[in-house]
């Protein structure tokens, strides 16, 4: 017979002495439990004395958190959070260097645990460990620990980061200015720092006042600690007043942060690891909310100099030294002009910059053109406007059509996503990316709208079919603009067509009545496929980064399934692994019988509680929680769509529930098809002999492995 839900089976160790082995009854009160186990190694003041994790983070057993012990956990009786830290707080003040030191490697661990922060806090260790950097007296590992403390601390939310003095920042910013200081000393000065920025609104003043960014930049060419950097830098830029972006903007771009970053990290020695991807990807979105202004600015048809920009387009595109005098031909020949530049207004083409996005950002795209590659300009605005088949390519309706495209692939104006690592590295190759990105395209739609035979009725689907090109060739990571230029050259209207007949395929083609039953009878071979594709990749397991942090760290979990597919077992681990994590490692696990349901986006219990991180739409799309006796969660947040859809197809598979994501919808499609194409080949070769028939045979089995790498 099974034990009562709420008893579980747990060792309790003890320094020098056998483990107890005991039922834990969860419906009696933890301080009780405690007491029998101290009377069992005869150990007086139970009050004195708290249960932790054996192994893993050691975390502290709350009333709180005591639901979360499984069945053969290992635990060790310690001492309490209290006693702990006020031992701690004695020790980490003595005379001693020896004993201090100790002291504060064992504090910058247990900072982690919750309960003991509270405890440490409770008792103003935060204020003594801020004395203590402040003293300027502490170096190497123990300053180092030290800070490490601090910031773990700080990390529950518990206190206020606006108590912090201005001489602990000062300190603080005199670690990341000294050329000549320990890596793990700057890691944690630069963590801190961040998490001022991000966290205080006053604080972000006074750390602006004393780190300079070219401080910062000088820090770049040290691997340990280049994404602590970045991380300060998109920190500050995030935090910055919009009048002071766009001049930090400047500096950065006069100290050349671009190119350093291109050769030390994107170019470096070393793979990028997600961390560092992210703020790439946080830079990128950073420089380019930098055109929300001018993308959201509308242009004033009575402002001369905006009226100007257009006059230097005409200029450029027609010679217009030689204008008429009078007065009546001159506005005829503009008109005439501006139709050929291909505005939809050609009496006044301002008006065209009026609609907010792209507003003036697409003048501005335009006049760059017309400037810098003003070959390519004036070829694409004559080689149009001396078509007379109604083929012509309006420049200027195109341009702007284009501008307002891009703002929205590349998601111009939103703030980053947390979690997010969609980095463009060509981006980071050259001073005016945005400028000659739009450059490429433009052409690109120039190209594509002459492979179409386009007249302007064919507008908007000229458009989608350049959206369709740029956003596959963006996919493909293109590691420079010339990178970019090759892909979309590759996919050119012809590819289109072709990409989108293939994925169509399984939609439009088979309708017929045998064919659709040919299909039926095959689809649930492949959905068991699919369903074992699934649960192994699930019994591989994969890693999951933590979210919740008031500032971004290395901070990952691991989970997979045992290979009877009876047990989910979970970790935490201190990187992220390059391989299989082996059972061993994890030291929880929930019985699948115990998992009562799965559910994903806003439905997730972690996307309903409050945090200091926003929870964004992404964040939302890629979150899922099982649900399990006793009314447990376990909280996912995917590193990709692939793994959300491997991951909730998987856990709907084992609990017998149907797989309905696109994934699986999409692999099913394909995978019938291919089957169906095969069979139907199968039959197409078949000779009819003169001698009578043999026994007609079943189809053959479905026999060929499907690999998702």
């Not at 597919?565 to 699948?592: A, C, N, T």
């Amino acid at each position: 017979m099974p034990p009562p839900a709420d008893i579980v089976k747990v060792a309790i160790e003890w320094p020098g002495a056998n483990a107890q082995l005991i039922e834990m009854d969860q419906k009696r009160p933890l301080s009780s439990i405690i007491r029998e186990v101290c009377d069992g190694w005869s150990l007086s003041g139970s009050e004195q004395f708290a249960l932790r994790y054996a192994d893993g983070p050691q975390l502290y057993i709350t009333e709180q958190s005591r639901g979360e012990i499984k069945n053969g956990t290992i635990l060790r009786l310690a001492i309490s959070p209290a006693r702990a830290a006020r031992q701690l707080l004695e020790r980490i003040q003595s005379h001693g260097i020896d004993a201090r030191l100790e002291a504060l490697k064992e504090l910058a661990k247990l900072s982690a645990d919750p309960t003991f922060a509270t405890e440490f806090i409770n008792m103003e260790g935060i204020g003594t460990l801020a004395r203590l950097v402040e003293s300027g007296t502490h170096f190497g590992e123990m300053l180092a620990f030290t800070l490490t403390a601090f910031l773990e601390l700080m990390d529950h939310g518990i206190v206020s980061w606006d108590l912090i003095s201005l001489s602990f920042i000062k300190q603080i910013a005199g670690y990341v200015n000294q050329p000549m200081v320990d890596v793990s000393i700057l890691q944690r000065s630069l963590a801190i720092l961040e998490s001022m920025v991000l966290n205080s609104h006053s604080l972000y003043h006074r750390v602006a006042q004393e780190i300079t960014v070219g401080q910062l930049i000088g820090h770049l060419s040290n691997q340990e600690i280049q994404t602590y950097a970045i991380a300060l830098i998109n920190a500050l830029f995030l935090k910055a007043p919009e009048d002071r972006r766009q001049e930090m903007a400047s500096s950065l771009a006069q100290k050349h942060l671009r190119s350093i970053i291109l050769n030390h990290v994107i170019r470096g020695n070393r793979p990028i690891k997600a961390e560092m991807a992210h703020q790439l990807y946080v830079l990128q979105v950073l420089t380019f909310n930098l055109l929300e202004e001018r993308m959201m600015t509308k242009m004033d048809p009575n402002d001369q100099a905006q009226r100007d920009i257009i006059f230097e387009l005409r200029r450029i595109a027609f010679d217009g030294e030689n204008d008429p005098t009078g007065t009546e031909k001159r506005k005829a020949m503009y008109t005439k002009d501006y139709k050929m530049l291909g505005f939809t207004n050609h009496v006044n083409p301002a008006m065209d910059f009026t609609q907010t996005p792209p507003g003036m950002l697409a003048l501005d795209n335009m006049l760059y053109l017309a400037k810098v590659h003003q070959d390519t300009y004036i070829r694409i605005v004559l080689e149009n406007s001396s078509r007379e088949d109604k083929h012509e390519c309006p420049f200027g309706r195109c341009a702007i059509e284009l501008t307002r495209m891009l703002c929205e692939i590349l998601q111009v104006g939103e703030l980053p996503n947390e979690g997010c690592n969609d980095y463009h590295p060509m981006f980071f190759t050259h001073d005016r990316a945005w400028e000659e990105f739009f450059c490429v395209c433009i052409q690109l739609l120039n190209k594509t709208w002459k492979e179409m035979r386009a007249t302007a009725e064919d507008f908007n689907k000229v458009m989608q079919v350049v959206r369709e090109q740029i956003t596959r060739a963006l996919a493909m990571k293109p590691s420079s603009l010339d990178q970019l230029k090759n892909k979309l050259r590759s996919l050119n209207y012809s590819e289109i067509l072709r990409l989108r007949q293939s994925e169509r395929m399984s939609q439009d083609d088979f309708q017929s009545p045998p064919i659709i039953e040919l299909r039926e009878r095959i689809q649930p071979e492949i959905l068991e496929l699919i369903k074992q594709q699934r649960l192994n990749r699930l019994c591989e397991g994969s890693c999951f980064r933590k979210l919740g942090n008031r500032r971004r760290q290395e901070k990952f979990w691991f989970c997979r399934l045992s290979l009877n597919h009876k047990v989910l077992h979970y970790g935490d681990l201190d990187e992220s692994p390059q391989g299989e994590v082996p059972f061993e490692l994890l030291s929880d696990k929930i019985p699948v019988s115990d998992i009562k349901s799965v559910v994903t986006g806003k439905d997730c219990p972690h996307m309903k509680e409050k945090s200091a991180l926003k929870q964004n739409k992404e964040v939302l799309e890629l979150a899922f929680s099982v649900l399990y006796d006793p009314d447990e969660t376990l909280n996912f947040v995917a590193p990709n769509k692939y793994e959300y859809c491997i991951w909730t197809d998987g856990l709907c598979a084992l609990l017998g529930r149907e797989m309905g994501s696109d994934l699986t919808r999409s692999d099913l499609d394909t995978l019938i098809s291919m089957e169906m194409k095969l069979r139907l080949l199968d039959l197409e070769n078949i000779t009819i002999p003169e001698a009578p028939p043999p026994v007609p045979k079943e189809p053959s089995s479905y026999n060929f492995t499907y690999n998702y790498s």
